[in-house]
């Protein structure tokens, strides 16, 4: 494990005492899941969902467990939920935001997908804050307080509720950080352009992306530039997404909230759970947000990549007649 950085000299330490020079360094120090600092959080059977590890456990206690709260409404949240209830525990979803998938479904979308799983045996508590973690005699947790002071059991508290940037190694190289070690486009750290950081430890134009798909896109142009195969840059990642939820579609991408300047067209099918929204400015596709029937998902997110107008092609967005 690499400790510390000297930038002077360029020379990286492990916690062995190995050392290694460098001409360029990069750092992909990832992430770590965030835990609120809750009265409770060191119980047995707490803990943040970060990596298989963290998954075997929850295989494990799914086994010898009944009741599990999952904190965190989003979609790797939503994931473990469906996981541990096809492993026979009894699930309750516990979310500060007004609907699930807050960041990526508008509150249509969002109240029909909460019906679903809801219909498939899960359970949910939106716009709840969680206060505390009960402990039993054993020291394993037993249930899960909320502010309003009622309680849930709970054997197991998965806590899904985002990641922190891992810039321990990097704030001790004296390398600028807000919320990740900020970079320019070139991915090169504004403190030392010897330094390169890419993935979720980076912060590039006040963004820290939680997803590996701007990974891709900074390690492309970071690679580029460590070549010397001319200049790439990284002007930042416009998102899709999607629900690995089995069985059901949903996908959301750019600017789908909308807002002024903006003008909607939305197809609405509750009886057949069909909702799609796609999101328009000065003619151009700029956010789509669709629930039941996904098939043209790429293609409305190609469109909004692209930026050009669909003028011509207004009348046939909403079913998927975007070609030529």
Not at 284 to 312: E, N, P, W
Request: net charge neutral.
């Amino acid at each position: 494990k690499v400790v510390s950085i000297d930038r002077t000299r360029r020379i990286v330490t492990a916690d062995d005492g190995t050392q290694a020079p460098y001409d360029r360094l990069l750092l992909a120090t990832g992430s770590t899941p965030f835990l609120p600092p809750l009265p409770g959080t060191q119980l047995d059977g707490v803990l943040g969902y970060r990596d298989i590890a963290d998954t075997q456990y929850m295989i494990d206690a799914a086994a010898r467990h009944a009741h599990a709260v999952v904190i965190g409404g989003g979609l790797l949240g939503l994931e473990a939920a469906n996981g541990l209830m096809q492993r026979g525990m009894q699930v309750t979803v516990v979310h500060l935001g007004p609907w699930l998938l807050d960041r990526q479904l508008d509150e249509t979308a969002a109240r029909l997908l909460q019906t679903s799983l809801e219909e498939r045996g899960l359970t949910f508590r939106l716009s709840t804050q969680t206060q505390a973690y009960v402990g039993g005699m054993d020291g394993r947790v037993q249930a899960v307080r909320f502010q309003d002071g009622s309680e849930i059991p709970a054997e197991l508290v998965v806590v899904a509720a985002g990641v922190r940037p891992n810039v321990g190694v990097a704030q001790q190289a004296g390398l600028h950080c807000e919320r990740g070690i900020v970079v320019s486009d070139t991915m090169q750290t504004v403190t030392d352009p010897r330094v390169y950081a890419v993935g979720e430890c980076a912060a590039h134009r006040g963004v820290a992306y939680g997803l590996v798909a701007p990974l891709f896109e900074q390690g492309k142009v970071c690679a580029n530039h460590l070549a010397m195969h001319g200049i790439g840059r990284y002007t930042g990642s416009r998102l899709s997404t999607k629900l690995k939820v089995t069985g059901i579609e949903l996908f959301s991408a750019g600017d789908f909230m909308g807002g002024p300047g903006t003008e909607e067209i939305v197809l609405s099918d509750p009886l057949a759970r069909v909702y799609k929204k796609l999101v328009l400015k000065d003619d151009k596709l700029v956010g789509a947000c669709m629930y039941g029937d996904t098939r043209h998902g790429s293609d409305y997110f190609q469109l909004i990549k692209d930026g050009a107008s669909v003028a011509a092609r207004r009348s046939g967005l909403m079913f998927g007649q975007i070609a030529g």
